[in-house]
Antibody
């Protein structure tokens, strides 16, 4: 069965960087795009960017441009989100989600979420 | 500031029909397909509707989506206690550097 399993919770100090991983199983990793979405406490979902796991193309939300990097390791069927220059407002649950590369947009499977806490 | 606006809350008694609206513009809903996601408390979102009105396998037909112009709607018929959750619409948006945007979210309460 399709699974996206994310790395565990992180606590970081302001100004630091964090990397969250998303390990995929149960499907052909390179046939899908991985998106990253975050949700601050009590807030709506916020899209951060995507990576085409097949051709390695990426696109980032303008809001996070310059601070976010999404990569993937096809040998490990894993995608990574790195967010730098962390501030308290980056405290949120970070989700990865899968989108088929063909057909209408649909985030059909999601990871369980990773809580990132930014605090001094 | 979200470009997809939803009413903050909706409610109904078990068995009733509830409709959630999502208001956008020509750069998002007017051009791109709409998806709907259900988020139960403390869990990851779940895809309910994609391509405006398509249900993934496993999603009950009590959930239905529609779109007209720059607005979309999600209807839940035969409301059940398990439907108490937050619901988000989403679409691509040309006016925000091609970002994917989520709506402001609607909390559905089963009375």
């Amino acid at each position: 069965q399709v699974q996206l399993v994310q790395s565990g919770a992180e606590v970081k100090k302001p100004g630091a960087s964090v990397q969250v991983s998303c390990k995929a199983s149960g499907y052909t990793f390179t046939s899908y795009t991985i998106h990253w979405v975050r949700q601050a406490p009590g807030q709506r979902l916020e899209w951060m960017g995507w990576i085409n796991a097949g051709d390695n193309n990426t696109k980032y939300s303008q809001k996070f441009q310059g601070r976010v990097t999404i990569t993937r390791d096809t040998s490990a069927s894993t995608a990574y989100l790195e967010l730098s220059s962390l501030r308290s407002e980056d405290t949120a649950v970070y989700y990865c989600a899968r989108e088929p590369q063909l057909g209408p947009t649909q985030f059909d499977y999601w990871g369980q979420g990773t809580l990132v806490t930014v605090s001094s | 500031q979200s470009v997809l606006t939803q009413s903050p809350s909706a409610s109904g008694t078990p068995g009733q029909r509830v409709t959630i609206s999502c208001s956008g513009g020509s750069s998002n809903i007017g051009t791109y397909t709409v998806s709907w996601y259900q988020q139960l408390p403390g869990t990851a979102p779940k895809l309910l509707i994609y391509n405006d009105n398509q249900r993934p396998s496993g999603v009950p037909d009590r959930f239905s989506g529609s779109k007209s112009g720059t607005s979309a709607s999600l209807a839940i018929s035969g409301l059940q206690s398990d439907d108490e959750a937050d619901y988000y619409c989403a679409a691509w948006d040309d006016s925000l550097n091609g970002d994917y945007v989520f709506g402001t979210g609607t909390k559905v309460t089963v009375l």
